[in-house]
């Protein structure tokens, strides 16, 4: 992978996120691979329309990177053209199901949004997805919270449901042949590194990288880092 002139580079947000998610990315790929950030998550109401959406969107050959939500799709658009993705990027990410604790959860936060009363529970959610050592960064966590102030509860409700009703894709993972990277901070408690191990090990050839000192928000949380592994993984360095 070390032209960007005969294949897109697509980033893809995870649930109540967008551009935002992907500002050091944009920046630090942009002079060689140009990256688009999809916003398919924001369009459609399933994992597969999502899919089906970028798919018809990004024509020719793709380089997908998914972040939570974002790596989901992308193992789905992989899977129904896997022809078409020469590469994926997984960070933060899971090809589990929800399970019946998660999806009841999913159930209660969608039921808050509806009602309208959600204020609380994006409060409380950013000590869930950044790491305790990123608390007292109020500049980012304001990034985050204002992104997700963006999403709206009509989005939340749509992207959770979305969620709530994905299949478990973790049978399709070893039929992937295109170079996979797999990423996923340390203390994630969203997708805690055990779904990261797993799609490592199911995908052949899979590279699996941790972020020490890092939460669900490896973007966000550990730029240079994720800059330095993509641009390493984009080049076929190493």
């Known amino acids: 992978m070390s032209s960007a002139r005969d294949f897109s ?38 994992l597969a329309a999502m899919a089906e959406l970028l798919l018809a969107e990004h024509p020719g050959e793709l380089v997908l990177i998914g972040a939570s939500m974002g790596g989901r799709i992308a193992l789905e658009a992989a899977r129904r ?7 994926l990027a997984l960070l933060g990410s899971t090809a589990r199901a929800d399970s019946d604790e998660m999806r009841a959860m999913r159930g209660q936060a969608v039921a808050e949004f509806e009602a309208g009363r959600g204020e609380a529970l994006l409060d409380a959610n950013v000590w869930f997805v950044f790491h305790r050592s990123a608390w007292d960064d109020e500049p980012l966590l304001d990034r985050y919270r204002a992104m997700v102030t ?29 170079p996979t990277l797999v990423v996923c901070g340390e203390g994630d408690a969203v997708t805690p590194p055990e779904c990261s191990r797993e799609m490592a090990a199911a995908i052949p050839g899979a590279r699996l990288e941790w972020l020490p000192g890092c ?21 076929g360095a190493g």
């Open 215 to 235: 939460g669900h928000m490896p973007t966000m949380e550990k730029p240079a880092a994720v800059n330095a592994l993509l641009l390493d993984w984009l080049s």
């Open 81 to 87: 053209a896997p022809r078409r993705v020469r590469g």
């Open 150 to 178: 963006r999403a709206g509860d009509a989005q939340l409700v749509r992207q959770n449901r979305a969620i709530m009703g994905a299949a478990d894709q973790r049978g399709a993972l070893p039929a992937i042949t295109c």
């Open 9 to 46: 580079t697509v980033l893809l947000p995870g649930l109540a996120c967008d551009a935002e998610l992907w500002r050091d990315q944009l920046a630090a790929l942009g002079p060689r691979y140009a990256p688009r950030v999809a916003d398919v998550h924001t369009r459609a109401e399933t």
